[in-house]
């Protein structure tokens, strides 16, 4: 071909690398810390208002098409089950993505309920531990999973601060992680709220962008100082998710683990992460170089045999 | 073997038979024994019977988990999702197979060819042992068809199991060429030793960085969970190195522990030149188990004050870390330092299953298993999860003695059986090691 021809290609290679060198510059500029979608949707849960009706549970059940339950969901003894010798309440299983818990605070008269389910980290655990990249943080807030790729290492299950993703143990052929996530397909995708929130009988859930959840919490804890915690659970927890919670007692009377950090969990992997390329990079010179200083001046000759007893000064 | 010995019958140890002939491979497979002699040792063997029985028990348990699923053989637990197959079978598997890497390094990288007696034991120990992790591993997972996917068809390049997971397959490769030298010469194929012997450096460059990185990984897999693990046990900034160190005095123990066992056990099927080096080498693998023992004593230390972690101490779990730390580091610290000051062999050897069974096992079932979950409730594995753990590592005793009993790992291979001269055998192959005494 002409010159013209290759001084063009040449040139528009430069241009193209040129522009792949300024593209990146303003994405590095604008990351290093993620703390959610702008635009990504939560859900507020407000305890004090809880009255454990577990219609939420209801509608979760009947949505995801999870099976029936061993006691019907307006029967209020599940709330008296504790596991493993008392010292747990019920928490999501593979057949439900959510559960409601009684708590009786030391502080309050009344008892409390929780709602359990997935929080929607900003940062999840699951999805930096995944090594087959199942899980996916949407532009909506939720956190989905591709149940075709899950391999059921149960790493992500190790990972979640929260102890929500839960296994299909009971299954031969095709067991995965199962867990809440926000009824993304048929709900919060389109704009809708999700199940749980849209039947809730006493308002306890708000759904709504997260940013504005974070104003109208902070806007209730304002208005009535006396009855809230100060603290909305979720905001920084683990890097904040997208599901919070407002309550009237101390959160870890509540099963709320609050020793939790505000950094990401993976910042704490970081450290080693941030050390592989320089093992990658570094060691083949490294030890290379420590045989031919070990070996300079010596056989070079490998022989299995040849050199019993030897070496040793 | 030790009865048949004593009629003057010699297992097969080289490519010629005494008249001159070469060993077929089913010849070599019942280590030149006639087919009655073969299985009559087997026979006698009591050690095998327990192996069968253990097996008999245990395969049923495995097949019935692979029809029924983890539930069936598990406490399906939500909030224990690895239990003794990863618990045992990985973590613990794993940091016991560093052996390979750590004498091919002497061998191979610092020209320490006084190690080689023993560097084959060494390699074959790593490779069995990650072998074994990955069939734990198959065993725990829930879709073991899907093993590939991290490979092929899903990346996850950010976690850490992916780098787990694509270091232990190319390192299970790396280390299959290492041993398959043993199996070129006891095949009859030298071009095909001479071939991985040319890429020697390269493979144990490579083993190295492989090592390093998933077995710091192994422990990095917990700085996802730091709710988790028990403070004492946990560590974001040096997980990854407290499991690099402690994988070191773990490997070098282990390769003293396996070669006790094969020289109070197997003396029949080794050589003279590993029966007369091993005290020496036993001394100088725990010369460097020592110090890799320090080292880890010294970061356990710095782990727990960089968190200032010293009230936990106080506590019951930090009575339980300090009898970790006591029988398993510090223990075995003093009963190697005195065993290698004066000599005395078989102190070394017992700091060196206390290593195994205290610094290792110990540490990586309280990591992932005892102190996990701490804040939680205890899990106590489910009987017939048990069960299959104890019958995979049988089967991994069983392979182990296979190779042992066969490959040329515990002695040289001979081109030329004994009776032919010296000079006639080097001409014929100059890896065989000259002027072996015939033995009577």
Not at chain 2, 118 to 147: H, K, T
Not at chain 2, 224 to 245: D, M, N
Not at chain 2, 277 to 289: R, V
Request: proline letters at 5%; hydrophobic letters at 45%; a positive charge.
């Amino acid at each position: 071909m002409s010159k013209v021809s290759r001084r063009k290609f040449l040139a528009g290679s430069l241009a193209g690398g040129v522009a792949a060198m300024l593209a990146p510059v303003k994405k590095v500029l604008a990351s290093g810390d993620f703390r959610g979608f702008p635009d990504g949707m939560g859900v507020l849960v407000d305890l004090t208002r809880c009255v454990g009706c577990r219609s939420c549970e209801a509608a979760c059940n009947k949505e995801q098409g999870l099976p029936a339950p061993d006691l019907p969901f307006d029967d209020d003894s599940v709330f008296d089950e504790t596991f493993h010798h008392g010292t747990q309440k019920r928490r999501t299983t593979e057949k439900a993505y959510t559960v409601v818990n009684r708590y009786e605070p030391k502080d309050s008269d009344q008892p409390v309920y929780r709602k359990v389910q997935c929080n929607h980290c900003n940062e999840p655990a699951c999805l930096t531990s995944c090594f087959v990249k199942a899980y996916t943080k949407t532009n909506e807030g939720a956190v989905i999973y591709d149940e075709h790729v899950c391999v059921g290492c149960r790493t992500c299950m190790v990972a979640c601060p929260h102890n929500i993703p839960a296994y299909a143990y009971s299954k031969v052929i095709d067991p995965v992680v199962k867990k809440c996530i926000f009824c993304y397909d048929t709900r919060v995708s389109k704009g809708r709220p999700p199940a749980c929130v849209e039947i809730c009988p006493a308002e306890a859930l708000t759904f709504g962008k997260r940013k504005d959840l974070l104003r109208l919490a902070r806007a209730r804890i304002k208005s009535s100082p006396e009855k809230y915690q100060q603290e909305i659970y979720g905001e920084h927890t683990v890097g904040g998710s997208a599901w919070m919670y407002i309550a009237g007692v101390p959160f870890e009377e509540l099963g709320f683990d609050t020793t939790l950090p505000n950094e990401p969990i993976i910042n704490n992997v970081k450290g080693f992460l941030g050390m592989v390329p320089m093992v990658l990079a570094i060691w083949p010179a490294l030890f290379t170089g420590f045989h031919l200083l070990a070996t300079k001046n010596k056989d070079h000759d490998h022989h299995d045999d040849s050199h019993t007893g030897e070496g040793e000064k | 073997m030790e009865k048949l010995a004593d009629y003057g019958i010699k297992p097969l140890a080289g490519a010629k038979k005494p008249s001159g002939g070469k060993w077929n491979v089913m010849e070599k497979l019942f280590l030149g024994l006639t087919l009655d002699q073969y299985i009559g040792q087997v026979v006698r063997n009591k050690f095998n019977w327990l192996l069968a029985a253990i097996m008999a028990v245990g395969i049923p348990f495995i097949i019935y988990r692979f029809l029924f699923g983890l539930g069936a053989v598990t406490h399906a637990s939500n909030d224990y999702p690895w239990g003794l197959f990863l618990g045992f079978g990985l973590f613990c598997m794993v940091p016991l197979s560093a052996s390979g890497f750590m004498l091919g390094t002497a061998c191979e990288i610092f020209g320490r060819h006084d190690f080689e007696p023993i560097e084959r034991l060494a390699l074959l120990n790593g490779l069995l042992g990650y072998f074994f992790a990955v069939i734990y591993l198959l065993v725990d997972l829930g879709q073991p068809w899907r093993l590939a996917y991290p490979m092929v068809y899903a990346w996850g390049p950010a976690a850490v199991l992916f780098l787990v997971g694509w270091h232990v397959a190319v390192y299970l490769s790396v280390q299959v060429a290492e041993v398959s030298t043993s199996f070129f010469e006891w095949i009859g194929w030298p071009r095909g030793k001479e071939f991985i012997r040319k890429g020697t450096i390269g493979l144990t460059v490579s083993g190295i960085i492989l090592s390093t990185l998933h077995q710091g990984a192994l422990g990095a897999l917990f700085t996802y969970a730091p709710g988790k693990v028990h403070p004492l046990w946990y560590s974001a900034e040096f997980q990854w190195i407290l499991f690099f160190t402690s994988s070191i005095f773990g490997g070098l123990c282990m390769v003293i522990a396996v070669s006790t066992i094969v020289i109070k056990t197997m003396a029949w099927r080794c050589d003279d030149r590993f029966k007369e080096t091993l005290d020496d080498l036993t001394i100088k693998l725990a010369k460097g188990a020592s110090m890799a023992l320090i080292t880890y004593l010294v970061i356990k230390i710095i782990a727990v004050a960089h968190d200032n972690e010293w009230v936990y101490l106080a506590t019951g779990w930090g009575a339980w870390y300090l009898f970790e730390i006591l029988s398993g580091v510090i223990a075995p610290m003093i009963l190697l330092a005195y065993g290698i000051h004066h000599r005395l062999v078989w102190l070394v050897r017992i700091g060196a299953f206390m290593a195994v069974v205290f610094g290792i096992v110990l540490n990586r079932l309280n990591t992932a298993l005892i102190a996990f979950n701490w804040k939680l409730y205890q899990e106590v594995p489910h009987v017939a999860e048990a069960i299959i753990a104890v019958t995979i590592f049988v089967i991994y005793i069983a392979t182990y003695r296979f190779i042992l009993n066969r490959l040329p790992i515990l002695y040289a291979w001979k081109a030329q059986p004994d009776a032919v001269p010296a000079a006639v055998a080097v001409s014929a192959s100059p890896e065989r090691e000259q002027g072996t005494p015939a033995r009577a």
